[in-house]
């Protein structure tokens, strides 16, 4: 399964792992995550170990995974919202 094309990058689930295809369709970033969302102003949010975190267009993160605590901002979608398997998710603030 893959979900929408964003900054040329589209996440695509491959087995049980999540990576990022480039417009060719070959791995720019090896599937490694438990959940991938679509790139925003070059980053993406990723899960990996049930934790969350942000990614470059490199694959790098930027923001090391970890357990957050959520604060939910607002229930209604906004554009430019992430998105996972098609469906919007809400904005959400991290708070420790």
Same mark, same amino acid.
């Given at each position: 399964?893959?979900?929408? !094309?964003?900054?040329?990058?589209?996440?695509?689930?491959? @087995?049980? /792992?999540?990576?990022?295809?480039?417009?060719? @369709?070959? %791995? $720019?970033?090896?599937? &490694? %995550?438990?959940?991938?969302?679509?790139?925003?102003? @070059?980053?993406?949010?990723?899960? =990996?170990?049930?934790?969350?975190?942000?990614?470059? $267009?490199? @694959?790098? !993160?930027? =923001?090391?995974? /970890?357990?957050?605590?959520? #604060?939910?901002?607002? +229930?209604? +979608? #906004? +554009?430019? &919202?992430? *998105? !996972? *398997?098609?469906?919007?998710? +809400? $904005?959400?603030?991290?708070?420790?």
């Amino acid at each position: 399964m893959a979900l929408d !094309f964003q900054e040329n990058l589209a996440p695509v689930e491959s @087995g049980d /792992r999540w990576g990022y295809i480039n417009p060719n @369709g070959t %791995f $720019a970033i090896n599937p &490694q %995550f438990d959940s991938a969302y679509e790139f925003k102003d @070059g980053l993406a949010m990723v899960v =990996l170990n049930k934790q969350l975190g942000y990614i470059n $267009a490199s @694959g790098k !993160f930027v =923001l090391h995974p /970890r357990q957050p605590k959520v #604060l939910l901002l607002t +229930p209604m +979608p #906004l +554009p430019g &919202q992430p *998105r !996972f *398997r098609g469906q919007v998710l +809400p $904005a959400v603030r991290l708070v420790d």
